[in-house]
């Protein structure tokens, strides 16, 4: 079937990731010049082996080390809670630390404490699938995960840490003439703001991915797909660690092992919170705990509109490299990629009742295994070699929320359901932008807190219910 007329847009024709690079680079110098003394080693130490140095990850540092010996500083500093400070941000995960990270870097506040209750990962950003892309069609949303996809084109270089970007581009799958129109459609919003997409016919998907079932028994045939060159994968941890790193960089407290167990108030004005690690002044307070939002909150008074679900990740033993795009399904809400190990790695849909084991249900296995084996029949006798879950906070829209609450000095980030990874640096600056100035930030007014009070909710869910997930 011909396909409804869109071409591509090309990278270079965007321009921005060079120009990102240029400023990351010049942003890095500033991280550099700034960081903070390599700090005391332990008596006796230094007379066995040369003190660590703080200094940038690069061939030279690593040729020196080589050559002298030196040792590695550490990533982050294990910082111990202040009684007070500008900002808490409370949840050290992607969103959190990418937060600090920006109030330091973009607004100079650097009296700022980012809260961990576990150690950094052990939530979300350490057990989600990596797929990063901006092919969204509510406008708000598509041009705010444009702008998240821009900044992860430069993040390696602007944290110095390599993020492991991987832009091997991401095809959604139509499996019926009326799906393609959707998609078409979907394309050229994208293309009028400036995004990169491509509608494929089926002869198109074939070139790209010979291994799909294009046979005549196929169970869902592929009538085409939506290609985003630019979206990819992101190695998920380095996000958590890069980002500390920079936030440590610039004289933000890192603090894992303390739990926020309580808010302190002064009528309508947050004034700090309690922690398992004491009670810590604050001027200004934030949330940002993910699977967690709607207990974390309710501590300050306050019921938002999330449930926790789990959503489980899936991977397999490692084989050779065959499959080097992500591709979703289109057929049911299913999605896969392969790691740089070599194991395939998939998910799906949440499990349907809410949870906060972080283990998921069988059943979601069994729905998971067969849209996989319904795409790509020649994997079907490999075996599964891990799977894990991790707590989703989904809104009722699908959208999340970012910005000012009822109470005074405390502001909320969550309900990123399904999408919370590809938004991380959008989040963190967004976020940090609301903080700072105690107003939202343009690229996120449409995700207020009380929007659905005002009925005005944003339906990613209703967008196409094949076309929303990865
Ligand atoms: C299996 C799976 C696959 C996914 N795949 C993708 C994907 O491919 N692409 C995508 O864009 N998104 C994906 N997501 C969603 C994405 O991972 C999340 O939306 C996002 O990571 C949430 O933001 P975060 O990183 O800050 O969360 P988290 O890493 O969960 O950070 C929140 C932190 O808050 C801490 N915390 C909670 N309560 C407290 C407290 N009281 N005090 C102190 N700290 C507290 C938690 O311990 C946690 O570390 C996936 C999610 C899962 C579970």
Redesign the pocket.
């Known amino acids: 079937m011909a396909a409804p007329a869109i071409a591509s847009a090309g990278r270079a024709s965007l321009g921005y990731p060079a120009a990102e690079t240029a400023r990351a680079r010049r942003n890095s110098k500033i991280a550099r010049d700034e960081a903070p003394s390599a700090g005391t080693p332990l008596p006796g130490a230094a007379r066995r082996r040369p003190r660590a140095v703080i200094s940038r990850y690069s061939a030279w540092s690593l040729a020196r080390r080589a050559l002298t010996g030196a040792r590695w500083q550490r990533a982050w500093r294990a910082a111990e809670p202040k009684s007070s400070y500008e900002v808490v941000v409370?949840?050290?995960?992607?969103?959190?630390l990418a937060t600090a990270y920006y109030l330091a870097k973009n607004h100079g506040i650097r009296k700022v404490a980012v809260?961990?209750?576990?150690y950094?990962?052990?939530?979300?950003?350490?057990?989600?699938?990596?797929?990063?892309r901006s092919n969204y069609q509510i406008d708000g949303n598509t041009q705010f995960f444009e702008h998240s996809l821009k900044l992860w084109e430069g993040l390696s270089h602007e944290l110095n840490f390599n993020v492991m970007l991987s832009q091997r581009g991401q095809v959604v799958l139509a499996h019926g003439p009326s799906q393609l129109d959707v998609l078409a459609r979907k394309g050229n919003i994208m293309r009028l703001n400036g995004i990169d997409a491509e509608l494929l016919d089926r002869g198109g998907v074939m070139r790209m991915l010979p291994f799909l079932d294009f046979s005549s028994e196929s169970r869902f045939p592929i009538h085409g797909g939506l290609l985003q060159r630019r979206a990819g994968t992101v190695r998920h941890d380095a996000v958590?660690w890069g980002y500390a790193r920079g936030a440590d960089r610039q004289g933000v407290d890192v603090i894992e092992n303390?739990?926020?167990?309580g808010f302190l108030r002064d009528g309508d004005r947050i004034t700090g919170i309690e922690?398992t690690r004491g009670r810590i002044g604050a001027e200004r307070t934030a949330i940002?705990?993910?699977?967690?939002s709607s207990?974390?909150a309710a501590l300050a008074g306050l019921r938002i509109p999330v449930e926790s679900h789990l959503?489980?990740?899936f991977v397999t033993e490692p084989i050779k490299p065959f499959l080097d795009h992500v591709v979703s399904f289109g057929a049911e809400l299913f999605y896969i990629s392969q790691s740089d190990k070599g194991g395939l790695v998939f998910?799906g849909h949440i499990d349907g009742f809410n949870s906060y084991t972080q283990r998921g249900q069988f059943p979601k296995v069994r729905t998971v295994a067969e849209c996989a084996v319904a795409l790509i029949p020649s994997i079907s006798r490999l075996r599964l070699l891990r799977h894990?879950?991790?707590?989703?906070d989904m809104t009722p829209d699908g959208s999340p929320f970012i910005g000012r609450t009822p109470l005074r000095n405390l502001y909320f980030n969550g309900g990123?359901?399904?999408?919370?990874?590809?938004?991380?640096p959008a989040a963190g600056w967004c976020f940090a932008h609301t903080i700072a100035n105690d107003e939202e930030h343009p690229l996120v007014r449409h995700l207020a807190l009380d929007r659905f009070r005002r009925g005005n909710g944003h339906d990613e869910y209703g967008n196409g219910r094949w076309t929303y997930k990865?």
Request: aromatic share 8%.
């Open positions: 409370i949840g050290g995960g992607g969103h959190g809260l961990e209750r576990g950094l990962g052990s939530g979300n950003v350490g057990r989600n699938t990596t797929l990063v958590a303390c739990e926020v167990t922690t940002s705990v993910a699977g967690h207990r974390v959503l489980q990740a998910g894990w879950a991790g707590i989703q990123w359901c399904y999408q919370g990874f590809k938004a991380t990865q």
